[in-house]
């Protein structure tokens, strides 16, 4: 199983353009996750998906949109990059069932806009 | 929403000693605590967790105590090494986590 998996690992934009970030699992997971981490900073809630075709905000959501077509695929968007949203983007899964509550997390995606 | 802060901010201590990191929450509904460890330039990784209905858990060298009625849970760690060097972040809530600042820790050899 490869987990969590984003794509791409590096990205450098310019302001004003814009992209999409692809977060996938292979475990089945119900609950997926979009978190931004910026230095001397925890990580932050962007938004988040407790089942395909659903999706909510999180604690900072603006500039951002999100789908979850698919079970195992969660797309962030950034339809206008903004230099404030130069950060360190990490993807996480966690199942529903059972007794874990544990989200695992992907390789992150570190994006520069200039 | 929640709200977690974490204490300290630094720590370093000497390799075979003990470290500690507190943490405080604002939601009283919160029934999940996990602790994680980051290295530099990696993915946050789970160490320990406990959930609202257990008073501390142990894992080897790692421990995590809780306290409901303070709202504040602790991650311990005995007899550092060099490798337990990494930035720590505490969390709470249920599905939807909301995480501490993070603690750097430096176990000096």
């Known amino acids: 199983n490869a987990g969590v998996t984003q794509t791409p690992k590096f990205r450098v934009l310019k302001t004003g353009q814009s992209m999409t970030l692809l977060c996938a699992q292979d475990?089945?997971?119900?609950?997926m996750y979009w978190y931004r981490q910026d230095p001397g900073m925890g990580l932050r809630l962007i938004h988040y998906s407790v089942g395909e075709g659903t999706t909510a905000k999180g604690e900072v959501p603006d500039g951002y949109n999100v789908s979850r077509l698919k079970k195992q695929n969660f797309l962030l968007g950034l339809e206008s990059a903004a230099p404030s949203q130069t950060s360190v983007y990490f993807c996480?899964?966690?199942?529903?069932?059972?007794?874990?509550?544990?989200?695992?997390f992907g390789p992150g995606t570190r994006l520069t806009v200039t | 929403g929640e709200n977690v802060e974490q204490h300290p901010s630094t720590l370093s201590v000497q390799e075979g000693d003990s470290a500690v990191i507190k943490c405080t929450y604002s939601?009283?509904?919160?029934?999940?605590f996990p602790w994680y460890k980051q290295e530099l330039g990696k993915r946050p990784q789970l160490i320990i967790d406990?959930?609202?209905?257990?008073g501390e858990k142990k894992d080897q060298r790692i421990a995590v105590t809780l306290n409901k009625t303070a709202k504040h849970f602790s991650l311990h760690i005995t007899e550092t090494q060099p490798e337990d060097s990494a930035v720590y972040f505490c969390a709470a809530s249920d599905y939807k986590l909301s995480f501490g600042a993070g603690t750097t820790v430096t176990v000096r050899a």
């Open positions: 996480a899964s966690r199942s529903r069932q059972g007794s874990s509550y544990e989200q695992y």
């Open positions: 406990i959930r609202s209905n257990v």
């Open positions: 475990m089945n997971h119900e609950y």
């Open positions: 939601d009283s509904a919160s029934n999940y």
